[in-house]
């Protein structure tokens, strides 16, 4: 066997093993998907809640890149705050952990062939032949097939010793503290490389049980590799916010500070390892890969203690090093900034970013139809109306095209995240949160044209006096506390007594539209203007129209 031979077939175990990885966490996402989504809402609460989110999420998902470019979206959108994300970024570097504790345990200590091929195969059957056991499936079969890559792995890797004369190399295997930080380089290369510490650690693991590294080595290894996991979040706040490049600040400094005082003290850190593992940590034998999960345990759970503390201190340390910049002045166009392929690997964690925007979008509705709202009230009292109206139709004109771009950009968001692999119910609320959307962007063109309704009759002196505005009043405040009610509940199901009160909103609205459209008939039969009291009739037919949106989004997130 060649050189190269062997590059491609350890180069097939490994991608085996990532393909693995992949699958087995697409099949958890689908199947914890909702539970991983309320997990999510305790990221709000302290900074130990926010470790225990973190460690949770991350050993679901077998991912901390996925989960820290995730928070860095989040803060981005304002649904954390740089200091709660702080939490959640030091728990998933614990969790990211689970994955060298599964492979040390379950790879090396059983024979994992006759575990991996079974699971393949009913990993696979169960995926393609009934829906409700898909996720399972996709679980079995990611199992199977990470192991059945770590066997060929290792097996390459053990026989590299025929290929490579690694007494040639024995000088640097001898140099002690330098080694180490050289491999701790190594480390950050390849995950640099992987795009996942996890599997770098697994690389790890084998190569020091195969003897091609040296314990040490293979701890120095493991810390570098901490550092290089912190691309994909650097990599995510790149034209994004100054809170999002914050965010990714603080897992680059965690992760580096960490790193920088574990290595000059790798030898006690060592000793504390072998403390809490049995076993001796030589290559051939099992318990140097639990010794190295031990260690990447250890490290990252000492680095959240050192720094938990301080975590306010720390959000301020990020702030002066990153200060605010320009960009964060409301944009006259809206964008949504995120990564197509962290999109496809998690979606299920990205659905809240969407009903965040959503939310946003629902606050944009209300706060057009409020502006309307107070220019007609304020009509009668005002002398020059038609610089009022003028001004109106402008403002809201230039809200809706925001709107516009809102719908077109968080659509994209959702259909990104509809290529990845999700759960039915999550396939249905990402139908649900298109379908509002969409209704959102409607309202804001009923408001504009009710604004360019108004204008039009303050030009021809077409409007009505001061008993209509009256009457209207009521009905105006009817649909703001419609509007209200829709802003507070997006992002969660409605409750029964929520959707009962939306009911009757809705129930109300459509009463008094009624009672105006009378009382605008018959001001017109008492010979009142015939075209004021039609564009009141009008008016209130719009109006209305918003009542029916609401009512329309309310089923929406009932169902």
Not at 132 to 145: A, D, R
Not at 148 to 163: A, C, D, F, P
Not at 365 to 372: E, I, L, T, Y
């Amino acid at each position: 066997m060649n050189v190269f031979t062997l590059l491609f077939r350890m180069i097939g175990g490994l991608c085996l093993f990532l393909l693995g990885l992949k699958v087995m966490g697409d099949g958890i996402q689908q199947s914890a998907g909702d539970r991983l989504r309320k997990t999510l809402n305790f990221m709000t609460g302290n900074r130990f809640v926010g470790v225990l989110t973190g460690f949770v999420v991350t050993g679901i998902i077998q991912s901390s890149s996925a989960v820290t470019v995730m928070v860095v979206s989040f803060v981005n959108a304002g649904l954390l705050t740089l200091t709660q994300s702080i939490g959640v970024i030091m728990g998933a570097n614990i969790g990211t952990t689970v994955t060298a504790w599964v492979v040390s345990l379950v790879g090396f200590k059983l024979s994992i062939t006759n575990l991996a091929l079974p699971a393949v195969g009913i990993g696979f059957i169960l995926s393609i032949i009934k829906w409700k056991y898909k996720s399972l499936g996709e679980l079995l079969l990611g199992f199977g097939l990470l192991f059945l890559g770590l066997h060929y792995l290792t097996q390459e890797m053990s026989s590299i010793n025929k290929v490579i004369d690694f007494n040639a190399i024995g000088a640097f295997r001898d140099m002690g503290f330098t080694a180490v930080l050289i491999c701790a380089g190594a480390g950050l290369l390849m995950t640099l490389l992987v795009h996942s510490s996890s599997a770098s650690t697994a690389i790890v693991i084998t190569m020091a049980y195969s003897d091609i590294i040296t314990y040490e080595m293979a701890a120095g290894m493991v810390l570098g590799a901490n550092i290089g996991t912190t691309i994909d979040a650097a990599l995510a706040a790149i034209g994004a916010r100054t809170a999002a490049k914050r965010a990714a600040l603080v897992h680059v400094l965690f992760n580096v500070l960490g790193t920088v005082w574990a290595l000059p003290l790798i030898k006690p850190l060592l000793a504390l390892v072998s403390f809490l593992t049995p076993g001796n940590p030589v290559a051939g034998d099992a318990s140097i890969t639990t010794h190295l999960a031990m260690l990447h345990t250890v490290f990252n759970s000492i680095n959240t203690i050192i720094f938990l503390p301080f975590v306010k201190l720390y959000a301020a340390l990020v702030s002066r090093i990153i200060k605010e910049g320009k960009t964060d002045a409301v944009p006259e166009n809206y964008r949504l900034v995120y990564a197509a392929d962290s999109l496809r690997n998690t979606p299920e964690l990205h659905i809240p970013r969407a009903e965040k925007e959503i939310q946003d979008m629902a606050g944009l509705v209300s706060s057009m139809f409020a502006r309307f709202s107070g220019v007609l009230q304020s009509l009668l009292e005002n002398k020059d109306r038609q610089a009022v109206v003028d001004n109106l139709g402008a403002e809201l004109k230039l809200k809706e095209e925001y709107a516009d771009d809102m719908r077109e950009h968080i659509g994209a968001f959702l259909m990104e995240c509809a290529k990845g692999q999700l759960n039915p119910r999550s396939e249905h609320r990402i139908s649900q949160l298109l379908s509002i959307i969409s209704d959102l962007e409607d309202m804001t063109d009923d408001c504009c044209s009710m604004s360019f309704l108004l204008e039009r009759s303050v030009k021809k002196d077409h409007f009505f006096r001061e008993k209509e505005m009256d009457a209207l009043a009521p009905y105006i405040k009817q649909v703001e506390d419609f509007l209200n009610l829709i802003q507070d509940n997006l992002g969660r199901g409605l409750s029964a007594e929520t959707l009962k009160n939306a009911r009757k909103l809705e129930e109300a609205i459509n009463k008094n539209r009624d009672k105006l459209r009378k009382l605008g008939r018959k001001q017109i039969e008492a010979g009142e203007d015939v075209k004021a009291m039609l564009l009141f009739i009008d008016l209130v037919r719009r109006i209305e129209k918003l009542g029916d949106y609401c009512s329309d989004i309310t089923e929406t997130l009932a169902g």
